[in-house]
């Protein structure tokens, strides 16, 4: 791979992986920030370049994709308003098919959600809907040559999912739990990574939407006692997970939005709940990108446990020829 590549999103959690892979694979990335300091981790990684800009700012976004000759999006927020959603879900995948409309064209691969539907009962999703049909219309009618990436909840060792679970039955002897009984296919973030990789590297994939899920179904009660007994909270048995019936999940989750920071949970995430988090078996999966997905149940254990995160990945990656 040759490519120059933009990858927006680039310093969070899903990005960092997909850079890692991206410059090992020999491509020279672009990674924008507000701030330097967020992608520090980045700054000795060879053939990658972190610069100070705001994406959604349209004339910086042009002149980035401008210079590149892919572009890939991770652009996203899971707690927000409508107007939140509607400008980074929406506004931001607009202004990059402008941009790749001024620039001639580009190769675009965009990571949506599972569940994501115009008539989807959330904001969140409703939002994702319409970014990917901004996307795929500009597709239609120019030559941006687009691929999307559809993951159900995304775990790994930085994780802001199973670690917060983790950490929250550290401080409380229970687990009131608004959601319990929904249904997700956690996939791996590497194995996502990769996934974005490869479709960069494949032209067969142009046009394409791609679920990208776990091998496994959990619900969200199993997977919060299963981040606490892998972390080893009250000596690995994890605390007691009581389900909320949905009036006080509700009341719990509106709690959480009034207090000060990002919340753990939103009315707006429970919305998204309402609809199993798991692949429809209606759309190429994983699979079809020749990826093996990798199981929570065998992954998780080790990077919730007592091994650095490093190297529980590492022992992982020697066990699967990864």
Same mark, same amino acid.
Not at 176 to 188: C, D, E, N, S
Not at 215 to 220: A, F, G, S, V
């Given at each position: 791979?040759?490519?120059?590549?933009?990858?927006?999103?680039?310093?969070?959690?899903?990005?960092?992986?997909?850079?890692?892979?991206?410059?090992?694979?020999?491509? %020279?990335?672009?990674?924008?920030?507000?701030?330097?300091?967020?992608?520090?981790?980045?700054?000795?990684?060879?053939?990658? *370049?972190?610069?100070?800009?705001?994406?959604?700012?349209?004339?910086?976004?042009?002149?980035?994709?401008?210079?590149?000759?892919?572009?890939?999006?991770?652009?996203?927020?899971?707690?927000?308003? !409508?107007?939140?959603? %509607?400008?980074? *879900?929406?506004?931001?995948?607009?202004?990059?098919?402008?941009?790749?409309?001024?620039?001639?064209?580009?190769?675009?691969?965009?990571?949506?959600?599972l569940?994501?539907?115009?008539?989807?009962?959330?904001?969140?999703?409703?939002? !994702?809907?319409?970014?990917?049909?901004?996307?795929?219309?500009?597709?239609?009618?120019?030559?941006?040559?687009?691929?999307?990436?559809?993951?159900?909840?995304?775990?790994?060792?930085?994780?802001?999912?199973?670690?917060?679970?983790?950490?929250?039955q =550290?401080?409380?002897?229970?687990?009131?739990?608004?959601?319990?009984?929904?249904?997700?296919?956690?996939?791996?973030?590497? $194995?996502?990574?990769?996934?974005?990789?490869?479709?960069?590297?494949?032209?067969?994939?142009?046009?394409?939407?791609?679920e990208?899920c776990?091998?496994?179904?959990?619900?969200?009660? %199993?997977?919060? !006692?299963?981040?606490?007994?892998?972390?080893?909270?009250?000596?690995?048995?994890?605390?007691?997970?009581?389900?909320?019936?949905?009036?006080?999940?509700?009341?719990?989750?509106?709690?959480?939005?009034?207090?000060?920071?990002?919340?753990?949970?939103?009315? $707006?995430?429970?919305?998204?709940? !309402?609809?199993?988090?798991?692949?429809?078996?209606?759309?190429?999966?994983?699979?079809?990108?020749?990826?093996?997905?990798?199981?929570?149940?065998?992954?998780?254990?080790?990077y919730?446990?007592r091994?650095?995160?490093?190297?529980?990945?590492?022992?992982?990656? =020697?066990?699967?020829?990864?």
């Open positions: 791979m040759t490519q120059r590549v933009l990858v927006l999103g680039g310093s969070g959690f899903v990005g960092r992986y997909v850079v890692e892979q991206l410059q090992r694979q020999g491509a %020279e990335v672009t990674v924008p920030t507000r701030r330097l300091a967020a992608a520090r981790h980045m700054w000795s990684q060879p053939r990658v *370049h972190v610069t100070v800009a705001d994406v959604l700012d349209a004339p910086t976004l042009a002149r980035l994709v401008q210079e590149h000759d892919a572009v890939v999006n991770l652009v996203a927020i899971l707690h927000g308003s !409508k107007r939140q959603f %509607e400008r980074v *879900h929406v506004e931001l995948p607009r202004r990059i098919a402008d941009a790749c409309a001024q620039a001639g064209g580009r190769r675009v691969v965009h990571i949506s959600a569940g994501a539907a115009a008539d989807g009962p959330s904001m969140y999703q409703r939002s !994702k809907a319409r970014g990917e049909a901004v996307l795929g219309q500009a597709a239609q009618v120019g030559s941006l040559k687009l691929t999307v990436l559809r993951p159900s909840v995304i775990f790994g060792a930085e994780d802001r999912f199973l670690n917060l679970f983790a950490g929250l =550290r401080v409380f002897p229970l687990m009131p739990l608004a959601g319990a009984g929904a249904r997700f296919q956690p996939v791996w973030v590497r $194995d996502v990574a990769r996934a974005v990789v490869t479709c960069l590297q494949d032209d067969s994939t142009i046009g394409q939407a791609y990208c776990g091998p496994e179904t959990w619900t969200l009660r %199993e997977l919060v !006692k299963s981040a606490g007994q892998w972390s080893g909270v009250a000596g690995g048995r994890g605390r007691a997970v009581i389900g909320l019936p949905s009036a006080l999940g509700r009341l719990q989750a509106l709690a959480l939005e009034l207090l000060p920071g990002a919340p753990l949970m939103s009315r $707006d995430n429970l919305d998204s709940m !309402k609809v199993d988090n798991v692949c429809s078996g209606q759309a190429p999966d994983l699979a079809a990108l020749g990826i093996a997905a990798a199981p929570l149940s065998l992954v998780g254990p080790q919730l446990g091994e650095g995160p490093q190297a529980r990945l590492d022992h992982y990656r =020697r066990s699967a020829g990864r």
